[in-house]
Every structure is written in C-alpha cells, then in structure tokens.
C-alpha cells in the first residue's frame, strides 16, 4: 500500500506562483510514471503534467510553458511550479503514481489540493 500526502495548493492572485508537494509513503518497491492531473468544478479531471522515472515530460497544452513538473526519486516526491497562473487554472489538483510491486503495476491517488486563482 502506498500513501500519498499532497500540499501548497491556495489562493493566489492571477499571475502568480504556487509550487505543489506530493509525497509518497508506505511498502514502496518502485514508483515509475508520475503525474498531476486537475478537475474543476463541472468538468472532467484532465492531464496537467506527467513525468517518468527518467525525468521524460509532457505538458497539456494549457499550462506550456508556465509549469514545471520535476521528482525526487530518492524522497519519492512530485513537484509541479506554477507560474504565471490564470483563473483558469483554478481546480482540485491531484497526484497520480503509478507503482511496480516487483509483480504488477497499480495506480495511486492523492487526495487532491485546491488552487484558486482570483483577484
């Protein structure tokens, strides 16, 4: 079983910056593809940013450019910088780990963040 803690979401002003923490814990044997994904209110939870046990990265294309998402293998950590946010980006964020057992791989959630982006 693997536990996942996420923190720094909040309330920022449009074009300001957050960073998100997702923290893995828990019987890990080896955590491969990791990512963020966000849901706003009446609509359907979308890819923000994945990234590989290499450091391999994709973006949506909404957040290009603007966000960064980089890992911690050794802490088993996710980040994702934020920056120059619109009230767009507004949404529940969670992290997502997908988790080799040495047999087969399972995925985990987060229990989500909220990020509000309003003046």
């Known amino acids: 079983q693997v536990q996942l803690v996420e923190s720094g979401g909040g309330l920022v002003q449009p074009g300001g910056s957050l960073r998100l923490s997702c923290a893995a814990s828990?019987?890990?044997?080896?955590?491969?593809?990791m990512g963020w994904y966000r849901q706003a209110p009446g609509k359907q939870r979308e890819l923000v940013a994945g990234i590989t046990r290499g450091g391999r990265t994709n973006y949506a294309d909404s957040v290009m450019g603007r966000f960064s998402i980089s890992r911690d293998n050794a802490k088993n950590t996710l980040y994702l910088q934020m920056n120059s946010l619109k009230p767009e980006d507004t949404a529940t964020y969670y992290c997502?780990?997908?988790?080799?057992?040495?047999?087969?791989?399972?995925?985990?959630w987060g229990q989500g963040t909220q990020v509000t982006v309003s003046s």
């Open positions: 828990g019987n890990i044997f080896r955590i491969n593809d």
């Open positions: 997502k780990v997908r988790h080799w057992n040495g047999r087969y791989d399972y995925d985990y």
